[in-house]
């Protein structure tokens, strides 16, 4: 008599629905309006998403547009300068696969970065970051995996991502907004495949928990 299987279910093998495919589609036609993918390799993602049966089959239909390449530097000098002398590294994306990437401390964010995880763990701590735009985008996704985004209390966060049985927002923050004209704007857009992208206002390292209170 064989042994009883006891794993979970790979999730990767379920059925997905006409709405997950919807999704992807919409994510395939944003990177043909951005010039990622030509018109003919639109068509051709377009029929193998519509002919997908599980969440593995989407996987790699998407996976070479969340780890975009290399964006220069903008010209302009950053708009957040830490007290650290450190000098700053900069970095153009963070990829995570099985494995965890973390940004964190001072390092140097360009107007573009991409971070993706593939069954893997991203993190993206911008409390001390040195922003070179006044408006950043950040392109993140995750597929059966996580990335989160942590931003201080006087940057502006606008996101818009795709959830696919999966999780994509604001968590709730852990202080109060202190949002003005001047304040820094980043934008989070990207997707969520069986994976979690989440952004989360929380306050500087190194603050006591005493000052912190409940929000």
């Not at 068509?43 to 969340?66: F, M, N, S």
Request: hydrophobic share 40%; aromatic share 4%.
């Amino acid at each position: 008599m064989g042994e009883i299987d006891n794993r979970p279910p790979d999730p990767s093998q379920m059925r997905i629905s006409d709405a997950d495919r919807q999704r992807v589609a919409d994510v395939l036609r944003d990177a043909a309006g951005e010039g990622r993918i030509d018109l003919d390799e639109l068509e051709e993602r377009l029929e193998l998403t519509w002919q997908a049966k599980t969440y593995g089959d989407l996987v790699p239909i998407t996976l070479d547009l969340h780890a975009a390449g290399p964006v220069p530097y903008p010209a302009a000098a950053p708009v957040r300068r830490p007290s650290s002398a450190v000098p700053a590294v900069g970095h153009n994306s963070s990829v995570a696969i099985m494995g965890d990437c973390k940004r964190r401390g001072v390092w140097q964010v360009p107007a573009h970065h991409s971070a993706f995880s593939l069954m893997g763990s991203v993190t993206l701590d911008l409390r001390e970051a040195i922003l070179t735009s006044h408006d950043t985008q950040i392109n993140a996704s995750a597929v059966m995996g996580d990335v989160k985004i942590i931003v201080p209390a006087d940057m502006h966060v606008l996101v818009d991502g795709t959830p696919i049985m999966g999780d994509y927002g604001q968590a709730k923050d852990k202080v109060p907004a202190e949002l003005g004209p001047d304040s820094p704007v980043v934008r989070v857009r990207g997707m969520a495949l069986m994976g979690s992208v989440q952004v989360q206002r929380l306050p500087a390292p190194g603050t006591p928990r005493k000052y912190l209170g409940t929000y």
